[in-house]
C-alpha cells in the first residue's frame, strides 16, 4: 500500500470534515526514558476511540519511538515535503484505528535554510492539516533544546511527563523554568503547563509528584500548573512496552489503558490553552520566529 493510499484510509476510518482549527498539543519531557513517546501514541488512539480525528508529528529526532510503537515505517517524512519531494498526503503514514502519523526526520531544521517565500509557502501548505484532523500531537525530543523550546513555547497547550524519580523530578522542573524564563513569559503568552505522572505505583504518588512541582514553580517562578493525571504501571502495559505495542490497543481493559482514556476524556473536557490557539498556520510560523529568539 502507497502512502497516498494510507493517506486516504486515514481519512475514510476518520470519515468527518473539519472546519475549525485542529487543536495542537506538544508533548515533552525533561529527560529521556519516562514513557512520553508511549504516553502520546495511547492519547492519540483514546482521542480516535472517541472520534477525534489524530495525527502525530514525531517531532524526537534521531528516535523512532512512534513509529515503532504505531508499527509504521514511513517511506517519507517532513523534510521530503520542505523540499518539494513529496505532497503533504504522502508524509502522512495511517497508524492503528486511523491515527495519521509524520515523521520529523529533520524536517523542522531544515526549515531555517529556506528563504522567506519558500518558508510561507511551507507553513502555508502544513496549515492545510486542518482539513485532515481535529487535534494534531506533537512528540518532542527529551530536554531543552533549542527546537524543543521552539515547540514547547508555540503550542497553546503542553504536557509535562515526568515520574516518581527524583531527577525526572528536577529534569521537569529544568524544562517548566525554561519556559517561565523565555521572552513568551515576560510578554504574558505561556502555554497551559499539564503534569501527567507516569510509571506510577502507589495511588497517591502521581498527585505527590504534582504538588511538588507545583509548589516550587509558585515558589520560585511565580506560576502554577495544572494536574492532568498518572498512569499507573501495571504488568499489561510493560508487556505491551516489550513487545513495542501499544497498550491500549492490546489491551482495553487494562489499568493503564483506563487511565489513559480519563486523561484523554479530561483533556477534550478543557478546550481552552494558555494561549489563544493561532491554529496551524499561526503555530508553524510562531515556531520559526521562536527559533530565531532562541538563538
Known sequence: MDQAQGLRNVVKAQNVINTKEARIITITSGKGG?????????????????????IILDADFGLANVEVLCGTVPKYNLSDYIFGESELEEIITAGPEGIGFISGGSGIVKLNNLNSDQLNGVIYGLSKLNQLCDVLLIDTGAGVSETVMSFVLSSPEVIVVTTPEPSSITDAY??????YKSDGARRGTLPTLFILANRIVASDEGAAVYEKLNSVV?????GSLSYLGDIPSDALLETAVRNQQIVSLVSPAAKSSRAFYEVANRLLGNDSGGQKSLGLFGFFNSFIKKQGDIR
Do not use: E, T, W
Not at 512520553?36 to 489524530?54: E, T, Y
Open 34 to 54: 519516562v514513557g512520553k513517546s508511549n504516553c502520546a501514541v495511547n492519547l492519540a488512539l483514546q482521542f480516535r476511540k472517541m472520534g477525534k480525528r489524530v
Open 174 to 179: 529544568s524544562l517548566i523554568k525554561a519556559v
Open 218 to 222: 509558585g515558589k520560585f517562578l511565580g
